[in-house]
C-alpha cells in the first residue's frame, strides 16, 4: 500500500504576492498527514484563523511526491 503523506505548514510573507517567508525560524508546523482530505481540512482551519492577515499563508507540501520508492533514484538524490 502507499503512503501519501501530506504536510501542513504556513507563515508571513514578506510579499503577499511572493511565496517567500519573512523569517523561516518562525514558519508554523501544522502538521503531517496521512491523505490529502485530512492535510486540506488541516489547512482550511489555518487559513480561515489568519483571513484578515494578507501576509499569512499556508500550504500543503505533497511529501510523497519527494521520493518514488519504484525507482532507483528519486529525484532529491539527483540533487546530491
Known sequence: MTQRLHLVFGGELVDPSKNVFKDVDDIHIVGMFPNYQAAYDAWKAEAQKTVD??????????????????QEVSTTEELG
Do not use: G, K, P
Open 53 to 70: 492577515n494578507a501576509h499569512m499563508r499556508y500550504y500543503i507540501a505533497h511529501i510523497h511526491r519527494l521520493r518514488d520508492e519504484e
